[in-house]
């Protein structure tokens, strides 16, 4: 992903001239040591810097498993589990609607869906593809189960997890065979709903702890076409803990079942610095790690993968990029004529 380079890096961050960290390292360190990148796949020549191999299917360590209550004595149980919820096909979401002002968009380097082509628009589709075909395999019962859902993580915070998150769903809202729910999962800093310029409201963490609240009556309609919002919610002190229960599932399945063109898009919080995206991976079907080029460290990006290992689908997708050696530059194709 090529730096919009408008925006500002968070403080404490220094933009160097020249080819990027991860470039240069692409020369001495062997990338195929950690998994599979989106770049790698493009067409027509991908660029060598990362180069795919099979994923590797890491456990999880630290992902917590969700609680069982155990019972010692025959039925019937003192403490039996609640029966497990049924699974309602969401097939419309009914929460409220809101424009999304494209002034706003283009400010932020966010896609704007009826501009003209550009670089970004570009890249994003060449990323989407990848992700896409994945999710269409899994439907049809090939590779990783849940392949629609997709975790966009990244070590750290300011790699640009929202900036692609949010570019990626826009670029799929576009799809004529697919929607998109947009999840802000970043429960402690959301910032979709700020990127979007859309107003707070209810959210997925607000489902999580109220089974009075249907999820549904949380998602924000938008006047982009096909793309659907589900804010953060109201952070509890207990996220990670209601992440991991079994009731997760059930919110899930009632965003996906029976809507066979739905893809969701989560927007994690940095996996080094807050434990949700751990047990998001549990969740997921493709996981995205974001690598700032100039600013994320191979240690990080190792630990990083390692912790989101209960997905077993893992990209990497290097953003902020100043420099090609190929000369790749989309977007500077359309509008140019002899
Ligand atoms: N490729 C890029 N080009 C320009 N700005 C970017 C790019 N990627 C991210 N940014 C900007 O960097 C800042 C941090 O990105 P953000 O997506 O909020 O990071 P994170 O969600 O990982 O904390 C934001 O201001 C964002 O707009
Ligand atoms: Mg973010």
Known sequence: MTD????????????????????????????????????????????????PQQPQATP???????????VAAPAPAPFAPPPPEPIVAVSRFSGPFHAINREHLREQCIIEPESAVTGTLEEFRIVKRQLLRVAAASRAGQGSVHGERILIASAHPGEGKTFCAVNLAISIAAEKDNEVLLVDADFAKPSVLSTLGLPGGKGLMDALADPSLPVEDCVIGTDIAGLYVLPAGNATGSDTEYLASARTNAVLDRLTAHSPNRIVIFDS????AASPATVLAHHVGQTVVVVRADVTGEAALRDAVGLLGACDDIKLLLNGTRFSTTGRRFGSYYGYKE
């Open 269 to 272: 919080p940095p996996v080094l």
């Open 60 to 70: 999880a360590p630290l992902a917590p498993a969700p609680v069982q209550p155990t």
């Open 4 to 51: 919009q380079s408008k925006i500002p890096l968070p403080t404490g961050f220094d933009r160097p001239s020249g080819p990027s960290l991860i470039e240069r390292a692409s020369g001495s360190f062997d990338f195929r040591t950690l998994t599979r990148p989106v770049v790698a796949d493009l067409p027509p020549a991908p660029e060598p810097r990362i180069v």
